[in-house]
């Protein structure tokens, strides 16, 4: 009689990942450590954008997924924000959109120009006010375009629609909503 382990061997034992080059990676990109339970990235399939350190305020990286390489330490930002930078999110419906909350209580659209960020952008599309305490998750619908939702630590969440700002108070993102 043979002894047979009471595991299973995997079919994968000997796959071994490989790193990227150099030349295939994003190299000197600065993270933030301010992200509370969000991402500190968000990625479509023109863009990818960071969430950087700023003195003065928040502000995020955006370059192309197709300049891979060391970053250039004075790439542009996208800076609008006078306190930290807390969640970003792309547009479902748009490549060249993307929502930024912070810790200033507001929400802004930003409009990527189409071939990136040549210079410092300051000026949002839309700059969206609705919360009293710093807002930390921004989503937009999934299905609907141009609906945006914020919640914030004024314990509300704020639907956006068509860049005009109304609170809701929601008891899910799925559509049961109950007003106080």
Not at 101 to 107: A, K, L, P, Q
């Amino acid at each position: 009689m043979t002894w047979r382990p009471q595991y299973r061997c995997s079919k994968f034992r000997h796959v071994f990942g490989k790193a990227a080059t150099k030349e295939n990676c994003f190299d000197g990109v600065p993270i933030t450590r301010s992200v509370q339970d969000n991402n500190f990235c968000a990625v479509n399939p023109r863009f990818l954008a960071v969430i950087t350190e700023c003195g003065g305020g928040g502000a995020f990286l955006v370059f192309s997924l197709h300049h891979t390489g060391k970053l250039d330490p004075h790439h542009p930002r996208v800076s609008g924000h006078r306190g930290n930078v807390l969640d970003i999110k792309w547009n479902p419906f748009n490549d060249y959109c993307i929502a930024s909350c912070s810790e200033d209580t507001t929400v802004k659209v930003w409009e990527i120009p189409p071939h990136g960020v040549m210079k410092n952008l300051t000026v949002p599309w839309k700059d969206l006010q609705g919360h009293s305490r710093r807002v930390s998750l921004v989503e937009w619908h999934p299905t609907a375009n141009n609906i945006l939702f914020s919640t914030g630590y004024d314990y509300q969440v704020t639907q956006a629609r068509e860049g005009l700002s109304c609170p809701l108070f929601l008891q899910s993102m799925c559509g049961s909503s109950f007003y106080e």
